[in-house]
């Protein structure tokens, strides 16, 4: 038994050796248990996938010849990913994909290896909004709370650095872009909107299932058939004319068996009449009331004397019972024994038994155990062919829709020797964050292989796309927010390089004013540092102006100052949304507050500290009495004004406890 750390403590330490490899962990004792038990781990999945179940290699084929082959397939140099296929291939294992009515002495097969070359995405990416986060129901359900929303399927997960998968991709795009195949794009819409995952596992399937597999089939074929009569020249035509085999016709014949409508109804397996005549038979003799009006009155005979009636029912999955009514002296549950009889349950004052005569019936006639078996046929057969369906599960193709009608278009070029860097600045709502996503997402879509919205394009192979755009702020991580931002921008400068795509909007604003400053002008003089070769492709958004005008940031070609244009038409604010070279030499932040409905006195106070504050005068409080207030004072200085300070008499003292004092007091 090998000796491991805590399960907890080791996923802890290991997410920080793979996620912060510069994090010191004090104790040696925790770190030499980790290496430790990761090298076990690396043996483990090497063990797990020299050991799996590989069809396609001969039986005979020895260790070294599959330790050959494998070893072109996955490098067997990164013990991250080996790690990862032997827990792979654990889970196949477990859950007996494929495989759950075999022996268990079956392994799950494999059926091929696909080498995919990805481009680098880190999580906070998604903030271009590539996919639609929601809300899971129950954050419990998952560990981040979110389930995916409407997600491009598996092509947007993947961005792929291989010209031949885009290549492809493209042709296909084209061919659906073109007027001429309007209609063909329709009816393929219409028959993909069927196609989804089917029951990793047969075995508790529902009518529900059954109806879904029965349409997702039943589009496959009509896909398939759309697409012969297009040209075969296209890679992806070809692989669905050929790899959407006659299996799938098959497969639709047997499930059209299947008679949902009732199925669903009765909530149970019911397949159609004229399928199995012994079924049909056994149907139309329990459809007989004479039949079984005989069996009741035989049963009565047996009954005692005090039962003035029976019948016998049939109930779905449950079979043939006998229906007594309840007798005045049956109060408690021991009252409704019978001898020879097995009680089953009470319903509106009838009492339902199991006889010998109903457990014939149920062995002569119950179409429980008929059509499951039935069912469980069915299932065979399907799982016999349960590569054609995979085949048809992951062809999936993005679709893309226009959202919004008016858009400014802006350019951007970034070359080897100039602008890599690229620092935008502009009031807040000008569309500095458009701008920003709009390359992101551009830049994606050309990953994925698809066309992207611009005049033209020349896009090479990116190897990541780094974002440091929205912060993740959550009780459960256990981080600040500005925390947060700083691993962020760490990941953007630790990983990038000459072929990646840097996006920074406005980092440094969780913290004080100099501290964040200071950070910011740190990081672009990292990157400018890189040249000429290794300085990633840089867009930063800041409203930090001082970080140019204060001369923080070196001379150099890569680095492009950019603002996006507005106007002022009197005292309002005009977005032009247009980007050109330049500083902005305000943030309008006063103008913005008016857009956004602040009250105009607020607004007007904000301007005048800020101007007090940037000329350096003293800020003074404008804090001023009521009118109320007011005006108690003013009386009591008339009163005090009055008063004659030459009469002997003048009770000074008096005045001041009846009239000052509590009116200071106030």
């Known amino acids: 038994m090998v000796d491991t750390p805590d399960n907890h403590e080791l996923h802890l330490l290991t997410r920080i050796q793979e996620v912060s490899p510069h994090v010191i962990i004090t104790s040696a004792k925790q770190e030499r248990c980790m290496t430790r038990y990761l090298q076990e781990l690396l043996e483990v999945g090497k063990q797990r996938l020299l050991s799996a179940n590989l069809p396609f290699l001969p039986s005979c084929i020895s260790d070294r010849d599959r330790m050959s082959y494998l070893s072109s397939c996955i490098s067997f140099d990164s013990p991250l990913m080996l790690r990862a296929v032997g827990a792979l291939l654990k889970c196949l294992d477990r859950r007996r994909v494929g495989v759950e009515l075999e022996d268990s002495s079956v392994g799950v097969p494999i059926l091929q290896f696909h080498a995919y070359t990805v481009v680098c995405i880190d999580r906070d990416t998604y903030v271009l909004q590539i996919f639609k986060s929601e809300l899971h129901p129950s954050v419990y359900k998952l560990q981040s709370g979110e ?37 063909v794009l329709t009816t393929l819409q219409s028959s993909l909107r069927n196609i989804r995952n089917i029951p990793m596992s047969l075995s508790n399937t529902k009518a529900t299932d059954w109806q879904s597999i029965y349409k997702m089939v039943y589009s496959a074929v009509c896909i398939r058939d759309t697409v012969r009569h297009l040209p075969q020249s296209i890679q992806l035509f070809c692989d669905i004319s050929e790899g959407f085999s006659d299996d799938l016709h098959y497969i639709a014949s047997l499930i059209s068996r299947v008679d949902f409508e009732t199925s669903l109804a009765e909530n149970r397996f019911t397949i159609k009449p004229n399928v199995d005549p012994a079924i049909d038979e056994k149907r139309k003799m329990m459809g007989l009331s004479d039949f079984l009006t005989d069996v009741a009155r035989r049963e009565l005979e047996h009954l005692d004397p005090r039962i003035p009636s029976c019948c016998v029912i049939y109930i779905p999955l449950i079979g043939f019972l006998l229906s007594l009514p309840r007798l005045p002296s049956m109060l408690e549950k021991e009252d409704f024994e019978i001898e020879g009889l097995d009680f089953m349950f009470l319903s509106e004052d009838r009492l339902h038994y199991r006889s010998q005569r109903t457990r014939e019936l149920d062995d002569l006639m119950g179409d429980l155990h008929m059509e499951t078996a039935v069912m469980t046929q069915l299932q065979s057969a399907i799982l016999e062919r349960s590569s054609s369906l995979y085949k048809v599960c992951v062809h999936h193709h993005p679709l893309l829709e226009l959202c919004s009608p008016v858009f400014v278009a802006n350019s951007f070029h970034s070359s080897e020797s100039e602008g890599r860097v690229k620092i935008i ?228 003292q008096a005045f001041m406890k009846d009239e000052l004092l509590p009116s200071a007091g106030e």
């Open 147 to 183: 389930k995916e929303g409407l997600s491009l399927y598996l092509w947007f997960l993947r961005p792929t650095q291989d010209l031949a998968v885009l290549h492809r991709r493209q042709e296909v795009i084209r061919f659906f872009t073109s007027p001429c195949n309007l209609d």
């Open 425 to 652: 600045t502009g009031p807040n709502s000008s569309g500095k964050s458009i701008y920003l996503k709009q390359v992101g997402l551009i830049v994606f879509m050309a990953l994925i292989g698809s066309d992207v919205p611009a005049k033209e394009a020349e896009i090479g192979l990116v190897d990541g796309i780094f974002t440091r755009m929205q912060s993740r702020e959550s009780v459960s991580v256990g981080l600040s927010t500005f925390m947060i931002d700083l691993n962020q921008m760490a990941q953007a400068l630790n990983s990038s390089t000459g072929n990646s795509l840097v996006l920074i909007d406005e980092f440094g604003k969780g913290t004080n004013t100099v501290d964040g400053l200071s950070l910011l002008a740190a990081s672009i003089c990292h990157w400018l540092r890189k040249a000429p070769v290794d300085v990633p492709h840089v867009l930063l958004a800041t409203n930090f102006h001082s970080v140019l005008q204060l001369g923080l940031l070196p001379s150099s070609s890569l680095l492009s100052l950019l603002t996006l244009e507005t106007a002022v038409d009197g005292d309002e604010l005009v977005f032009l949304y247009q980007l050109k070279d330049g500083i902005c030499q305000s943030s309008y932040a006063a103008n913005i507050a008016t857009l956004a409905g602040l009250p105009t006195c607020l607004v007007q106070r904000g301007v005048e500290v800020s101007e007090l504050y940037r000329t350096g005068r003293p800020i003074k409080r404008t804090d001023k009495a009521s009118s109320d207030e007011q005006a108690k004072c003013r009386s009591v200085v008339e009163k005090f004004l009055s008063l004659d300070l030459d009469d002997k008499d003048l009770d000074l």
